[in-house]
């Protein structure tokens, strides 16, 4: 089955840098890799996803890229705030799976003012 | 805009006892989904359901967990005999299955179990 794995599993960065979450995965059938933020007690989020026939997708400081080949997609937030903090997970799963999502192990951001 | 909802909010249980926990999926969707979440730890995945009957379970959704869809519009999780470590907040997420494969997430029940 899918096996997902991200890194960092914490990031602190200051007020305004960029930050940079990686993911892994096993099963070349993976064709949906969403990623979510999920703050304190509350439910996942989706915050964009990408589909396996692009390589990367952009949404105002959000942009996550995709290397099929590699097997390998990363989030990235620019000009980052407080209000990003929270936990970001990433996911992979596919159409020919009934699109069952397997997770990563999340990564805790900080943003400091 | 439509939301998937989910009752009770907060369960707590006796080690032993049956839980049965509900999930409203979004009106038009087809494809329905459990996760769970231990404190702190990531989101696993527990298994799916389609045309009113499981699509995939993973190694956790053991002989103690069963869903159904009773009424055509409730979704539920039951565990048959709760253990402490079934303790954890469980998520229902729903998906259109019109296009990719896009979740939208309840706002889940935290379990408890005693």
């Known amino acids: 089955g899918e096996n997902v794995e991200q890194h960092p599993s914490t990031l602190s960065v200051q007020e305004g840098d960029s930050a940079v979450i990686k993911c892994t995965y096993s099963?070349?059938?993976?064709?949906?890799f969403p990623w979510y933020k999920q703050e304190l007690g509350k439910r996942p989020q989706l915050i964009i996803d990408i589909r396996s026939n692009v390589g990367e997708k952009k949404d105002q400081r959000i942009a996550v890229t995709l290397n099929k080949t590699a097997k390998h997609f990363s989030l990235h937030i620019t000009e980052t705030q407080p209000e990003d903090s929270a936990v970001y997970f990433c996911a992979a799963s596919s159409l020919y799976n009934n699109n069952d999502m397997r997770f990563g192990a999340g990564t805790r951001l900080t943003v400091k003012p | 805009e439509p939301e998937v909802t989910q009752t009770p909010s907060h369960q707590v249980t006796q080690m032993g006892q049956e839980v049965i926990l509900r999930c409203v999926p979004i009106s038009n969707h087809l494809y329905f989904y459990w996760y769970r979440q231990i404190l702190g730890q990531k989101v696993e995945f527990l298994v799916s359901f389609y045309n009113n009957e499981i699509s995939e379970k993973s190694e956790i959704f053991d002989d103690q967990f069963s869903v159904e869809r009773p009424d055509g519009s409730n979704f539920t999780l039951k565990i048959r005999s709760t253990k402490l470590e079934d303790s954890a907040m469980y998520f229902c997420a729903t998906a259109s299955g019109v296009s990719y494969n896009e979740q939208f997430f309840g706002p889940g029940t935290r379990l408890t179990v005693l």
């Open positions: 099963d070349s059938a993976s064709n949906y």
